[in-house]
């Protein structure tokens, strides 16, 4: 690390996200921007919460949002007839993060919920940045108490093996994915 600002481009929730995840990311990003980092995010946004969305975006200025427009937040850990809305939402997050990289080359790629471990490696891969993914709980909670198909959670699994860094707000929740072979 050169002790240089970081270039951070994010993907995952903000508010009006319904969702922890979308609070605690937002006041890590604006601790990050605020430290002197430059932080770009890409997040998710329904058409009745453009008003809120903008509202958030006036209020952490140090902060650049891009939104992508979605029918409905993504709360739950697993829905087996999202896989549709997964893909197209994942193919939106792909194109949103490879359009702002094109514009300024990130220093690394941060994906601010498990979910987007589905979407953020193959960019990461083709810019060759590294990754780093915040597991938050909702979804750890979901594959420690099988609540996804094996399958699929074994798919996610190995999606989180590709980011270079994972990190939590909780050492039970290290040690829940190391067990199950996550570093």
Known sequence: MTGRPLRIL????LPPHPGGSAISA???LSGMARAGHR???IAPITDDTRGVGAA????????EVSRYRVDQYETRVYRPEGARA???????VRSALLESAE?????VLFAGREMYAWYVPEVGKELGVPLLLRVAG?????????QLPDRHARQLVDRM????LLVTPAAYMTRQLHAMGVP
């Open 10 to 13: 994010y993907a995952g929730t």
């Open 26 to 28: 937002s006041q890590l």
């Open 39 to 41: 932080v770009r995010a």
């Open 56 to 63: 958030f975006e006036r209020r952490h200025p140090e902060l």
């Open 86 to 92: 997964r893909e197209a939402e994942g193919r939106m």
């Open 103 to 107: 514009r300024e080359r990130p220093d």
């Open 138 to 146: 909702g979804t750890l909670f979901g594959l420690m108490s099988r």
């Open 161 to 164: 093996q590709q980011f270079d």
